[in-house]
């Protein structure tokens, strides 16, 4: 078979190849540089990001004939041995076929020879993760103090699984998943070697998909190589992986602006109907208002993880959003990924939620409206609209209720309250005019104030209702206030002609009460006590 993938035909074979893991290649080079080699390493990472790749390169540079700057030549014998995987001295192990006891002893025992070939005889274990717990106690020893030509390189995507006891006998590199950039760079390499034409809307999707792997990555581009073949589309990529189309999320936040609750059932019906997962959606969804984010905290497009073509497109929608709405939008998201994966009907609780999304309001913060106040102009008018405050006070009776109504019309029209049919002004009243009404209305009920407080039966006499023993309601209000430099300085208010008479029929109210609780003087009781009254009467005595 004359057909090599890609992830084996362009593996690299030097330092300067292996894609973002500078932090590794240029520790090693160094320390090779300056002979200070470990006796074990132990290389830590995701998946596909050149653990096993790295390895090999460190065994071919510490053998190599002819280095050139701790660089493998790969054109000498021992390069070329180790690239195919013929070295007796060069042994690569799989830990998850050969992880017991049994295989560990033998390892340990073939450490003690020498090398046939090369300078160093080279261990490489991947996947070490998966040795038993015998088998790691019985590598303790020999890893600690193995012959000074042996080497052991570790390779593992689950370093949490080695014991504490091998990770400290060994120098620890951890990799790191390869940038969104950097993967496009190096897939679009391998393009041109093989003379196949690609987009960048295309490589960003299978970037993105890929996950920090570049051997992912590199697996997408041979499989929408062998279904395109020299031109790879965008519209095939997305319909041989069956992946989200980015431009739907672009409908979500277009029906948001414009409040369009069609959207959300368009959108859902679009990816129930290709099989997208609804939780993949949310998920690039969260990842798509992250960008727009981004965009507008930094005023820059440098940070997003997309393709060019739609840089353009998130710096308008980063105006038309703000900093809280969006947060707003992805907090809900991030809940709603939690409740969507128990939900039984996915279709059904993301109609809800994207129809929940598109009736939010937007919202201004308190130092916007601040900032917004102090930016208007002197003699601009702001309307403000007072309401009437509750009433806490007990409702009164029916029979109060009919009793009170002559008078409080009367007493309206004392004032000059407006009337609920006509609707006219409020007519301007002065506080001389407010006493005046008070002191007529206390006139023409002098009974109220003269009569004894106790009857005889010591029963309090009846009160008919009169204007003063009600306080009138302050209607609502709506005011209109011209906004000027001299509004930050506090000014003088005085009080409506309303406020003025409630505030008197408060205080008659208050003395009034005070005359009713000052009790009556009480009758001298006669004596009763004969020798008492014996001393008073027939000695003259007196009480002292």
Known sequence: MSFQVSARKYRPQSF?????????????????????????????????????????????????????????????????????????????IDAASNRGIDEVRSLTE??????????????????????????????????????????????????????????????????????????KAGLREIADKENITIDDKTLTLIAKKADGGMRDAESFFDQATAFSGDKIEYSSVIKVFNFIDEDIYFEVTDGLLIKDFKMPFMVCDRVYKNGWSFIDFFNGLLEHFRNILSVAATKDTSLLESAAVY??????????????????????????????????????????????????????????????????????TIKIERAAPAQTSTPPSEDEKKKSEPTVEAAESAVGLPDAKSGGPVPAVTAESAMQSASEATESNPASETASPYLPGGQEPETTPSPENDLIEEPEISMEFEHTPDDDIPQYEP??????????????????????????PEPEKPETDPYVRFIIDKLGGREI
């Open 311 to 380: 840089f353009e497109r998130y710096k308008q929608l980063a105006k038309s959003f703000s900093e809280g709405d969006l947060l707003r939008v992805m907090n809900y998201l991030s809940k709603l990924l939690s409740e969507l994966r128990f939900s039984q009907n996915h279709k059904l609780r993301s109609e809800l939620a994207l129809s929940q999304l598109t009736g939010f309001e937007t919202t201004e913060t308190i130092t916007g409206l601040i900032g917004m106040l102090g930016k208007t102009s002197a003699g601009e």
């Open 16 to 92: 300067e190849t292996v894609l973002g893991q500078e932090h590794v290649t240029v520790t090693l080079k160094n320390a090779i540089i300056r002979e200070r080699i470990a006796h074990a390493y132990l290389l830590t990472g995701p998946r596909g990001v050149g653990k096993t790749t790295t390895a090999r390169i460190i065994a071919k540079s510490i053998n190599c004939l002819n280095p050139q700057d701790a660089e493998p030549c790969n054109q000498c014998a021992n390069c070329k041995a180790i690239t195919a995987g013929q070295s007796i001295d060069f042994i690569e």
């Open 110 to 183: 073939s450490v003690r020879y020498s090398p046939v070939d090369m300078k160093y005889k080279v261990y490489i274990i991947d996947e070490v993760h998966m040795l038993t717990k015998e088998s790691f106690n019985a590598f303790l020893k020999t890893l600690e103090e193995p012959p000074e030509h042996t080497i052991f390189i570790f390779a593992t995507t689950d370093v949490h699984k080695v014991p504490i006891t091998i990770i400290s006998r060994c120098q620890r590199y951890d990799f790191r998943r390869i940038p969104l950039d950097i993967i």
């Open 495 to 520: 009080e409506t002609p309303i406020q003025i008479h409630n505030q008197l029929m408060s205080e008659k109210k208050f003395f009034a009460s005070l005359s009713k609780k000052t009790p009556l």
